[in-house]
């Protein structure tokens, strides 16, 4: 089955998990991506649980549909290698510092000299204009720079506290996606290449300030900034008689159906703070706080019930552990076991989408380092002999050998 970016070459001159999750995206949806590796490898795959070393469960996770090449392009014999793979790329993405890739030879003017054509994308932690060009950036660090941990505390006091996930880092990967297809798109239109720079302190803040810039959005302001429901104490998985659960009582309708099926225990219709959607912002601390005591007085099975025959949004809080065994999941076919050539069987997680026509599907097993640097330098016209020579002093490396 045809594939929506069959024929796209990429170069991922990338590691750890920004820049990865965008390019298993793409090669998901068809794309070529060989996956540049210094010859110690990508040090994700020294991260989670692993059968053998450098396959980890994260890089598994991360890295399908690429195939791996070992290159030290500090030597030169290897940048050789790589400026040979520019030339015939569509995109190249990167997610090191800019300064790092002009120190090795590889800016944008000097990419863009060998391969006018090509898409050169850079995912990394802030906007060259700024005063914060070139510092180190991780996702913990972009995440209290946005202001994420603060909005913990704001809710309910708590210290401030990171999301448990790789919020910045994925957030920007999904980012890059839509922009390398874009990019794409005017390349096939006009032959142009160009740099897109996706700076993760710039992405995250327009993430966050979506929600809350709030009476800033006005100038002068007309409040504080931040979405009072947003913050609220009570906006969280409820405490019932056995369990939590996870329900929007959000619109007028939803809250005049909590009424009608509360019957006798509610007054909703009688109060004016549940009048409109305005009242009910502007009251949303006591709002959220009745319904927490009220939804302890029933077990989560009889809310859920309740809920569903309300056409009131709710669903069970999940563990890690239940939400790998969710048998929604399960009806969509959202895992699937498959047999990893060098780590056994393995669970793979699904694409979540569907297409009527070119639907994106994994093309290749997450690689192990320098699985494929043979076959690549092949294509790229280097002939066996030129191939051991390279091996014999470190610049590739292959599982060949």
Known sequence: MARPLDGVKIVDFSNMLMAPYATQILGDMGADVVKVEAPGGDPVRNIGPARNPQMGAIFLNCNRSKRSIVLDVKHPDGYAVITR????????????????????????????EINSKIIYVGLYGYGEQGRYAGKPAFDDLTQGAAAIPWLAHLADG????????????RGVALWAVGEINAAL????????????????????????????????????????????????????????QDGYICVMVYTDRHWRAFDAAL???SDFECDPRYASM??????????????????????????????????????????????????????????????????????????PSTWSHTQPTPSRHAPQLGEH?????????????????????????????
Request: proline residues 7%; negative net charge.
């Open 85 to 112: 793979m520019i030339e015939d790329a569509d995109v190249l993405i990167y997610n090191r510092r800019p300064q790092s890739m002009e120190r090795l030879g590889l800016s944008y003017e000097v990419v863009s």
């Open 158 to 169: 708590r210290e401030p506290a990171y999301t448990p996930t790789a919020i910045a880092d």
């Open 185 to 240: 798109y005017h390349q096939c239109r006009t032959g142009e290449g160009q740099r897109i720079d996706v700076p993760m302190f710039e992405m995250l803040a327009s993430f966050v300030l979506g929600d809350h810039l709030g009476g800033e959005t006005f100038d002068p302001p007309l409040s504080a900034p931040g979405y009072i429901r947003m913050l609220n104490p009570d906006r969280r998985p409820y405490p019932t």
């Open 263 to 265: 019957g006798d225990e």
């Open 278 to 351: 305005s009242a009910r912002t502007a009251h949303i601390t006591e709002i959220y706080s009745d319904l927490a005591e009220r939804l302890l007085t029933r077990t989560t099975q009889d809310w859920l019930a309740l809920f569903d025959k309300a056409d009131i949004p709710a669903m069970p809080l999940h563990t890690l552990e239940t939400l790998v065994d969710d048998p929604h999941l399960d009806d969509v076919g959202f895992f699937s076991k498959f047999e990893h050539p060098s780590e056994g069987r393995l669970t793979e997680i699904g694409i």
């Open 373 to 401: 640097s043979i076959e690549i330098l092949r294509e790229f016209g280097y002939a066996d002999q030129q191939i051991d020579a390279l091996i014999e002093i470190g610049v590739t490396a292959s599982t060949e050998n």
